[in-house]
């Protein structure tokens, strides 16, 4: 499959733009605007490297796709944002090329948009909602909220005109932010705004979580977490890496020896599930977490300067259908492997992956085997995968997630052969913090139980958000609950009598 | 940053260095590990024994052999130098009580971190039998230290160079039929040597645990790589462990699982060591 070429859209789309120009636009006028593709790099060509697929708009693009908003007065698309950031404003900023404005508006509410712009599931929250993807019966049509999002974001960024926002003056109180994804750098921005000392503990040695250790630079590139990261030092914030709360110092000890006010806890799910099948533990087998964070953290995919070795394997299986999944059946892609095949028990439609995500799969060619389930891996006398047997499946009654439950279809085994095997089916929270902290509670799957307004959790002064409570989620979430968190805690401090710092 | 504060060298590949790590020294207990990055940009994380600790000095002491890229490289540092990044400590603490009389099983570079539980084993109030193991003599550590905790000290090397001419083992079942036998045994070591122990102490029914250092990326949990099966459960050595009932540990998946990246890394041992020998040819001139 090949793509048109960037500049091609851009002319293409500066023409249409002429054509527009002063004239009143009628809603039929815009339902015909012809919806802006995403310039993308050549599948041939982008496996090669770890370089991001997606190129952004052009402003021609950008101005014609913003061109496409209705201005519904009822704006359903807010409403399918979690952190309803104010759409239809910022969209006409753009049409009317106010383009500072229009991060203004995001910036509103949201602190991450160049990130949220790349990685949210726009398609089944505010562009599910879009009405102009209704007219056109089909979501794939509806505005491209999420690549304006990042249009404007990356102009923001590229101009160098960002700012850390302003601090208040100090308060003396003093808050330990938990994990340093996208939640902790939310909460920590947020609290720190309002003069707060902040200190954000990161376990690893470089500060983003999942958006360094999991979202491959293809999809992510790390200079937009970096650029994160500074902002917060910029605002002051107190980023102390290779920390990890519940062993190098307990909770407990943080919030009453050491003199911290508050807690927030956003360490992440970062436990990987494995599918308790024979064979698991055989030499080959990762988690999706162990494979990425490889690639991705350790840098393995930079074979001559990283130290870290990445397992090689020619024929590559990824059990999964999420985001995760799909980041590691291509980034096994771009590590050498010749063959990728993803196994995932239900149909395209229930995968929790990005259209987009697995859209770049395909052309990547990445090949799908919808409907087939692990049954258990096979290896040889040294030990190493040699491949799955997997089993078909149809699909059933609605379990309780909802979705169609696959039932295997008897006498249908057959082996998949394989080197490498990536399971990419989730991962739980990390049992660390509640198992070293009294009275910190969660739930049987290992989710820390807030308060749904507070984010409060069982304990006074401590506080979650973010994966430790969903599970595995989104970014967008994170950031929302984090914010909401945030909330209270600037709330609670502010009810504390002020202390000098 | 964490200074070196002293370094030796302990036999031909095995490396002292006491650096200052106060977090870690104030929080550690015995049989917890850190993990260490010579380089965070494109080093690797490993996983290290933390053999000692001085809260007071706020310092740990760890003892490595070189075996990868990383162990070489902080073998080339010297006093004053700095380790970019050390976290931890990691996993859970030894399982210590008063057992009545222990039996403790050190090979090789397994003699590290078999040092701090010793300590807690003999604070504790446990009799102390310590069987010490080495390939050939100039390879054994901390024999001095141990004869000091130790209330019986039996040395061997494999080449009958020093101590007895035995594997740990043939000390190890003497021990064990002894009237009254042992109530605990602990042993490190290389992998088949911690195996072999487990089946030496099953049948007389001492249990056994055994500390596991695997492949590791985070330390964390995040990975898995360092899973293990442990009684037919699949358990993860850095947060799980890494010590474990060594009747219940299933080694010779551990064992195929430790050579999943041998061939690269027998390519980086080979290049690591021409450099190690080239630091020390610099170095040579100017001592």
Excluded: W
Excluded at chain 1, 335 to 340: D, F, I, P, Q, Y
Excluded at chain 1, 350 to 371: D, T, Y
Excluded at chain 2, 20 to 30: G, M, W
Excluded at chain 2, 109 to 118: D, K, R, T
């Amino acid at each position: 499959m090949s793509h048109p070429s960037p500049e091609s859209l851009r002319r293409e789309a500066a023409a249409q733009l002429a054509a527009l120009r002063n004239r009143t636009l009628t809603p039929k006028d815009r339902l015909t605007i012809p919806p802006q593709p995403m310039p993308s790099r050549e599948p041939t060509e982008r496996i090669h490297d770890v370089q991001e697929v997606a190129l952004g708009y052009s402003p021609e693009q950008a101005r014609l796709e913003a061109l496409r908003c209705l201005q519904c007065k009822n704006a359903p698309c807010i409403n399918g944002c979690p952190v309803r950031i104010n759409i239809p404003a910022f969209l006409k900023a753009i049409a009317e090329e106010r383009d500072a404005e229009a991060i203004a508006i995001i910036r509103q509410t949201s602190l991450l948009p160049a990130v949220c712009g790349r990685v949210c599931p726009q398609e089944i929250q505010c562009q599910e909602r879009c009405t102009v993807g209704k007219a056109l019966k089909d979501v794939r049509k509806a505005v491209s909220i999420g690549r304006l999002e990042r249009f404007v974001a990356d102009v923001e960024r590229e101009s160098g005109r960002f700012q850390p926002p302003p601090t208040k003056p100090e308060t003396g109180r003093r808050v330990a932010v938990i994990g340093s994804g996208p939640a902790g750098i939310t909460v920590a921005a947020d609290v720190r705004r309002e003069g707060h000392t902040v200190t954000l503990f990161e376990a690893l040695h470089k500060p983003g979580g999942v958006l360094v250790y999991g979202i491959p630079e293809f999809r992510l590139p790390k200079a937009i977490v970096e650029l994160e990261i500074e902002t917060l030092r910029a605002m002051g914030v107190d980023i102390r890496p290779n920390f990890l709360v519940g062993r190098t110092r307990r909770l407990e000890a943080l919030l009453h020896d050491d003199g911290y006010d508050a807690a927030f806890i956003g360490a992440g799910a970062g436990l990987p599930r494995f599918l308790d099948i024979e064979g698991e533990n055989l030499v080959g087998v990762f988690s999706a977490n162990e494979y990425l964070t490889r690639a991705n953290l350790m840098r393995a995919y930079n074979r001559e300067q990283a130290d870290t070795p990445i397992y090689p394997g020619r024929n590559v299986i990824v059990v999964g259908g999420g985001n995760v999944a799909m980041d590691a059946a291509r980034m096994a892609l771009r590590l050498g492997a010749k063959e990728v095949h993803l196994v995932y028990r239900r149909t395209e439609a229930e995968m929790p992956a990005r259209i987009e995500e697995i859209e770049h799969a395909k052309e990547e060619g990445v090949q799908f085997h919808v409907l087939h389930a692990p049954r258990r891996v096979i290896g040889n006398a040294a030990g190493r995968v040699t491949g799955l047997e997997c089993i078909r499946c149809r699909l059933g009654e609605p379990d309780d997630s909802g979705r169609p439950r696959p039932v295997e279809i008897p006498g249908s085994e057959y082996i998949l052969e394989a080197e490498t095997l990536i399971v990419a089916i989730g991962n739980e929270p990390n049992p660390l913090l509640p198992q070293t902290t009294t009275g910190l509670k969660a739930d049987r799957r290992g989710r820390l139980l807030v308060d749904p307004v507070t984010n409060q959790t069982s304990l006074p002064r401590v506080y979650a958000g973010g994966d430790v409570v969903l599970g595995s989620a989104t970014v967008i979430l994170a950031m929302g609950q984090g914010r909401q968190a945030a909330a209270a805690i600037n709330a609670f401090l502010a009810e504390l009598p002020p202390r000098k710092a | 940053m964490h200074r070196i504060l002293e370094k030796q060298q302990l036999a031909d590949e095995v490396f002292l260095l006491r650096v200052e790590a106060p977090l870690i020294a104030r929080e550690r207990k015995a049989g917890q590990f850190v993990m260490v990055q010579a380089d965070t940009r494109f080093g690797e994380r490993i996983p290290l024994t933390i053999a000692d600790a001085n809260p007071s000095e706020g310092s740990i002491t760890l003892i490595f052999q070189t075996v990868g890229k990383t162990t070489h490289h902080l073998a080339t540092l010297n006093v004053g130098d700095a380790i970019p990044a050390i976290l931890g400590p990691l996993g859970r603490p030894t399982h210590i009580e008063t057992f009545g009389t222990a039996v403790a099983v050190g090979g090789g570079i397994g003699i590290a971190p078999l040092h701090p539980i010793i300590q807690a084993l003999k604070a504790a109030g446990n009799r102390l039998i310590v069987i010490l193991g080495a390939r050939t003599r100039n390879l054994l550590i901390l024999e001095d230290q141990m004869a000091r905790l130790a209330d019986e000290l039996i040395v061997c090397t494999d080449d009958g160079s020093y101590g007895r001419k035995a594997l740990v083992t043939e000390p190890l079942r003497e021990v064990c039929t002894r009237v009254p036998a042992p109530d605990f045994c602990v042993a490190i070591g290389p992998p088949i040597m911690m195996k072999a122990c487990a089946e030496t102490t099953r049948p007389f029914r001492i249990p056994t645990v055994v500390s596991l250092n695997t492949i590791m990326v985070d330390g964390t949990g995040m990975c898995g790589g360092c899973r293990v099966t442990v009684g037919g459960k699949t358990r993860f050595v850095c947060v799980d462990g890494p010590e474990f009932d060594g009747h219940q540990v299933d080694f010779d998946n551990m064992m195929l699982r430790l050579r999943a990246y041998k061939e690269q890394e027998d390519a980086a041992h080979h290049q690591c060591h021409l450099e190690l020998e080239l630091a020390r040819l610099e170095r040579k001139p100017s001592a």
